[in-house]
């Protein structure tokens, strides 16, 4: 197909296109500078002169044409842009037949046909969607998404927030309006009057952490953007995201960017009632399991990368050392170590802190009878070749579980750490290993890397293994088995801001027995 005589747009790209797909085919290309919108026809693709007199190119005024669309039969074009206004146009020689000014309060970013070609949806930088009867173009309905959301958020404001700003919209089933908005939220809008009948969220950036509250069966992830979403754990369904409280000296969110951090998140903890989350902002912020709000947030000596609980102790690992917590509030100053802690967990007795160094070994430490200071008191050394980037204990407290960038150590803890799995068996990650978890009875070890693989071990068949390929692009960052009576499940999260869960019974049973 040629296509290169379709470069007409000066100095400029096309920002959006339409596509009638019949022959002879059409396309509409928007500038994004030029505030122009071009036909062409092919193949070979050639642009359409204008008809005569019409200066049909240029109907918008200024700015970018954000949206060009065909309706569904090829009848009619729509063009929407920053200038506000919405354009009708011929689909087949690109005439104006409307321009509707002032459509919105803010640039239009999109545009989609119903399904019968009768109505235009439009969302826009105003923070509202709306319906435009193609009849006698005239808006009939109009949905202020963005106040919604900041009710749904606790809050109000007089400003359109930036979370509020629609970007994108659709149509579902034919007939049923979606919407979407600057921070993710997908709404659903009603066909009969201008109400959102429901919304969904979820994530945008790079999840980098997950925990589960197995007693409610109550999952949280965060992310890179600051973002912590709460989800029903047995169907992965997100129920809302945690939000400031009001009360909170930065007070009310009112940008609805749901950002509970102001950097990245980078591990998650629950304990109790409270969900501990730390971040680049070098803070641990709680929030309660009740309210969903976070109320509390604590100043931390260095910049946190991961946390761990046992039983009531919290182990936070900084980039300068490590600092513990209990009962919400944080017991002892900055422990400094003298080498770069990459990975920890805790004994569920709170007796017991691992530590994974890139020196390449494994730091245990005995907590002191004040639960306030540690103490060295073995390292396992030798085993690994490489940085240690991940660290699970077993349910049962029996094993340790370590992971590099390439080979997997299981640890005997109660026969002074000798080796059940040494390096160069369990070695078939080709990239660093973020994540490792244990089955509910122990008998199967599951982990993820950077590579887009999860595989599972077994300790009763060492020498083979399940592997899922291609389970998160950009890699997996958590791992999670849920506690189910009819089966073995996972939950991983990756770094493409996707959860996904896996029924891996029958794929454990058929290789492991």
């Not at 000066?10 to 596509?19: E, G, I, P």
């Not at 994004?32 to 642009?47: E, T």
């Not at 959102?196 to 979820?202: F, K, L, P, Q, V």
């Not at 060492?462 to 960052?477: A, C, D, E, L």
Request: proline residues 3%.
């Amino acid at each position: 197909m040629k296509i290169g005589d379709m470069g007409q747009h000066a100095r400029t790209k096309a920002s959006s296109c339409a596509f009638k797909p019949n022959r002879p085919m059409r396309i509409v290309t928007g500038g994004s500078d030029d505030f122009k919108c071009m036909l062409n026809k092919g193949p070979p693709f050639m642009r359409v002169a204008p008809v005569e007199n019409v200066p049909s190119e240029i109907v918008h005024s200024r700015g970018s044409i954000h949206c060009v669309r065909y309706s569904r039969d090829g009848a009619l074009i729509a063009s929407v842009g920053t200038d506000k206004a919405v354009a009708f146009y011929d689909g087949k020689t690109m005439e104006l037949i409307q321009k509707m000014e002032g459509v919105h309060a803010g640039s239009i970013y999109s545009c989609a046909w119903a399904e019968d070609g009768k109505h235009l949806l439009t969302c826009s930088a105003d923070g509202t969607g709306k319906l435009i009867s193609v009849s006698d173009f005239e808006v009939v309905r109009t949905w202020n998404v963005a106040e919604y959301l900041l009710k749904d958020a606790r809050g109000s404001s007089k400003r359109v927030p930036l979370g509020g700003m629609m970007m994108g919209c659709t149509f579902v089933f034919g007939n049923v309006p979606v919407a979407v908005a600057m921070n993710g939220r997908i709404c659903i809008l009603s066909k009969t009057d201008e109400t959102i009948t429901e919304h969904h969220t979820g994530h945008q950036s790079p999840i980098s952490s997950m925990v589960v509250d197995h007693d409610t069966d109550t999952m949280y992830t965060c992310d890179s953007s600051g973002v912590v979403v709460k989800w029903d754990a047995s169907t992965v369904t997100a129920i809302e995201n945690i939000q400031r409280d009001n009360d909170t000296d930065e007070g009310f969110d009112d940008t609805a960017m749901n950002k509970v951090h102001s950097g990245a998140i980078t591990g998650l903890a629950h304990v109790g009632g409270s969900l501990l989350s730390i971040g680049w902002d070098d803070h641990v912020r709680i929030s309660s399991s009740n309210t969903n709000t976070t109320n509390t947030k604590l100043k931390l000596e260095a910049q946190p990368n991961a946390i761990c609980k046992g039983k009531n102790l919290v182990v936070i690992m900084t980039v300068n050392g490590l600092q513990l917590m209990k009962n919400n509030a944080i017991i002892s100053n900055l422990i400094t170590l003298p080498y770069e802690a990459l990975s920890v967990c805790i004994s569920s007795d709170d007796s017991t802190i691992y530590v994974g160094g890139r020196d390449n070994n494994i730091h245990i430490y005995q907590v002191n009878g004040d639960g306030d200071g540690i103490d060295e008191t073995n390292k396992l050394s030798g085993a690994h070749l490489r940085p240690i980037h991940s660290l699970a204990l077993s349910n049962d407290g029996t094993k340790l579980a370590s992971a590099d960038t390439r080979d997997i150590c299981v640890w005997n803890v109660q026969d002074g750490y000798s080796p059940i799995i040494d390096k160069s068996r369990w070695c078939f990650h080709q990239q660093q290993i973020n994540a490792l978890a244990w089955s509910n009875d122990d008998s199967i070890l599951a982990s993820g890397g950077n590579d887009d693989s999860i595989y599972f071990w077994s300790l009763k068949k060492k020498t083979t293994r399940v592997h899922y390929p291609h389970s998160h692009r950009g890699g997996i960052t958590a791992l999670e088995f849920l506690k189910n009576e009819d089966g073995m499940v996972l939950v991983s999260v990756g770094n493409d801001a996707c959860v996904n869960q896996w029924d891996v019974t029958d794929d454990v049973m058929n290789k492991f027995g």
